[in-house]
């Protein structure tokens, strides 16, 4: 065990764009887990869009982080030393955690990952962990597709909206794709089985959308809000549903971001825009890992994840998320799991 | 039977404040019914916000007025020949017709009145027909209020929002509204019961706001959208519900109207904003008059209506909802009901 532990801290509220100097790295003791706890070695650490609201003092589902705290962020670890009877040196835990190369856990916060069969331990917790719940979630208890119905979704090759595609797939859905690159256009039409894709870089996305939705769209499931979603809202369906999971295009954002300027179609259309956070739904999780586990032996359901290596680049490895330099779910690897 | 009939015409879509020569009333011939048809003198016209944007050309939930035929409004009147075997003259009827003195009927556009016992019928006409339902069902199946939460309604004063407070007063919610003048907010606060009102153009919004909702708000019933919808989106509580009903603030608007600044908190507090149009209720009608009748019977709901004379004055009648200048639902009398 190294005796060097490696922390991330908050140093400043973000402001637009992430600046080096919000977090810095700290070399500190490890610390030692209380009666009930246990310390965790962390093995890999998710990074999500969430990362940028936690660190500003933004109204949010969760406190923000504090000044000077230890950034917060979804990890998978190992258990070294645990002081609570239902963890065992060498398990592998997940859940809500800090940037930090040693932590102390405990069962109000990580869980223990069980047995993900012929699956690596970082795609289970890549996949299962927040994303395909999300998109589970999100798009079937939100936005509440029919066979038939067209169902569009942004941040398309992103980690939640490539599963939330391949679900409208599987329901019966046309489903029409939008991000940010050629690549990522291919991806998801060729590989994921998108019925079309739309690079809002190069193209006028209303026009686009227009020619690939010609019977309108009934689910459009936001990941970035923005211009896309007024360009979507212009084209809902009547009774239309629009499951909010992220509004990425505005955080960083200096300036106040002004809603929607089709605003106007949730009245004339009789829409349903509704925001959502997956851990509402911590309780059905089986329900929701039992699909994406099927799905995915079946070949349905493919993710790709972008793994980085050395907890020294999160800072770094979390700008891609905003600037869509990832290609699927951005996961740093501190150290492999044994 | 006067041999005159005057007909108020569209003749240009309004651009910005209603203006003059938007519309034209012209004497024309009485028409004949044919068969299946009836002929109806008009009694009252209601006028609604809504009239305004059906004479825009905007995407709506009805098609648009064309340009040339005449106006289209919600109507009460008299059967004076019919060729439809279930109408007989002397029947009083509502429902979707035009401002003339006369008009073809039919069962696909009007109904019977039915009796309104001690109920004068411009009183039954204007508060059952569309304030009364549209309250009902946007506050109770889209808003879903429960006992002690917080709800408050804009264009508190008019007449669906003076409803909505008064049946959420009856649920048992604490209820504030937001309207135009003191003599507007002393109405809902000492005879409707309302337990806060804020005079949106004397007060700051936000700051009444946060002292009169000390819990934040459950359900924002939105007539208006624009800066008061931001300023109760800030205040929204978790999982609260934004019923849509109007959006007035932008009726008017020359330039693209931005959405709501504060739409990420949708995002953050999981809330549910959702459009809806009375009209999607029709089935459900008897549900919300036999309940909106015994409330009025008891005395706990009370309407009031502005009521002025003279076909002729309905386009000056009807700038009043933009401008605040009306008092309760606005009603053009023609003739009354003899």
Partial sequence: M?????VWRLRKRPVGELANDVLSLEEEAIPAPSEGEFLVRMNYLSLDPTNRIWMSDMVQYMPPVELNAPMRGLICGTVKESKHTGFSEGDIVSGLGVWADYQIGSPATMNKMGDTGAMPVVDAFGTFALVGPTAYFGLLDVGQPKEGETVV????????????????????????????SEEKCNWIKNDLGFDASINYKTENVAEALAQACPDGIDVYFDNVGGEILDACLKLMNLKGRIPTCGLISGYNATDPVPGPYNYGMMLMQRLRIEGFIVTDYMERYPEALSHLGKWMGEGKIKVRQDIFDGLENALEILKKLYTGGNQGKLIVRVEDVS
């Fill in 2 to 6: 190294s005796e060097i532990n490696r």
């Fill in 153 to 180: 979704v942004s941040g398309a090759a992103g980690a939640v909206g490539s599963i939330v595609g391949q679900i409208a797939k599987i329901k019966g859905c046309r489903v029409v794709g939008i991000a940010g």
